[in-house]
């Protein structure tokens, strides 16, 4: 009877360290794209941040590739942890579970939050940000995103092109005469910007809600990746627990 009980309970443990593996397995790919997602935010959309007041944007890809990068670890020590039947490894292997689904969960909240927020924020800050720091000296960061900004998405201005009216280099000398910069213009070319017809410029598109739409499609991703890979891990740690339990109550 004894024996029967050990091999039942044997067949159980080497049934959760498959079920353990197979799921760090997916886990340690799941680290991967979460990473990517980051790293996407942060080099392809980086442009933007900085027509953005606030961080909470940058910190929530900043978290994703922390996160990315200890889940890939975790999952090679899951790994170790599985196989070798170590209950001091997958004890380490649980706290860091946990650690990345609170980073994770962090993330999905922080781009919730930052998605109700955003509509406000841009409305506040995104026409001063444009016109007094567009050109300016220490500010190429923001001149090449408004340029970029406008070109992509066929605008002018945060609202429309009448707020280049308020913008420190249209005033100065150095704009030579330019009602708004060039990359308002359906085709750039050199001082374009001094006419500001509507079938040279972009005149009644203006920039705020696109970038808007553009930031909100942005953050569901972020939040939805974040979020999954969170709510996955729950089953981690779940067998986790239960390989740990089976193998102490193994004899030696």
């Known amino acids: 009877m004894r024996?029967?009980?050990?091999?039942?309970?044997?067949?159980?443990?080497?049934?959760?360290?498959?079920?353990?593996?197979?799921?760090?397995?997916?886990?340690?790919?799941?680290?991967?794209?979460?990473?990517?997602?980051?790293?996407?935010?942060?080099?392809?959309?980086?442009?933007?941040?900085?027509?953005?007041?606030?961080?909470t944007y940058s910190a929530t890809a900043y978290i994703l590739v922390v996160a990315g990068v200890v889940v890939m670890v975790t999952g090679i020590l899951g790994c170790c942890a599985t196989f070798k039947e170590r209950r001091n490894l997958l004890r380490v292997y649980f706290i860091l579970l946990l650690c990345i689904f609170l980073l994770e969960i962090i993330a999905g909240i922080l781009a919730y939050i930052y998605y109700q927020q955003l509509s406000t924020e841009l409305k506040q800050n995104l026409k001063n940000?444009?016109?007094?720091?567009?050109?300016?000296?220490?500010?190429?960061?923001?001149?090449?995103?408004?340029?970029?900004?406008?070109?992509?998405?066929?605008?002018?201005?945060?609202?429309?092109?009448?707020?280049?009216?308020?913008?420190?280099?249209?005033?100065?000398?150095?704009?030579?005469?330019?009602?708004?910069?060039?990359?308002?213009c359906k085709t750039i070319t050199d001082h374009c910007g001094r006419r500001d017809h509507p079938s040279n410029i972009y005149k009644e598109n203006g920039c705020i809600t696109k970038l808007e739409n553009f930031i909100q499609e942005h953050l569901k991703i972020i939040g939805a990746v974040g979020i999954s890979i969170a709510c996955v891990q729950i089953f981690g740690m779940i067998f986790t627990c239960c390989l740990y339990k089976s193998l102490k109550s193994e004899p030696y």
């Open 3 to 55: 024996e029967y009980t050990e091999n039942k309970e044997t067949c159980g443990t080497i049934c959760l360290k498959y079920l353990l593996f197979i799921f760090n397995f997916f886990f340690w790919l799941a680290g991967g794209a979460v990473m990517a997602v980051g790293i996407w935010t942060l080099a392809e959309k980086s442009d933007y941040i900085s027509l953005l007041s606030s961080s």
């Open 129 to 184: 940000t444009m016109t007094q720091k567009y050109r300016k000296e220490g500010e190429e960061s923001v001149t090449n995103a408004v340029d970029k900004l406008q070109q992509k998405f066929k605008c002018c201005g945060s609202n429309n092109y009448t707020d280049w009216t308020d913008s420190l280099w249209i005033r100065s000398p150095e704009a030579s005469g330019r009602k708004v910069p060039d990359s308002c």
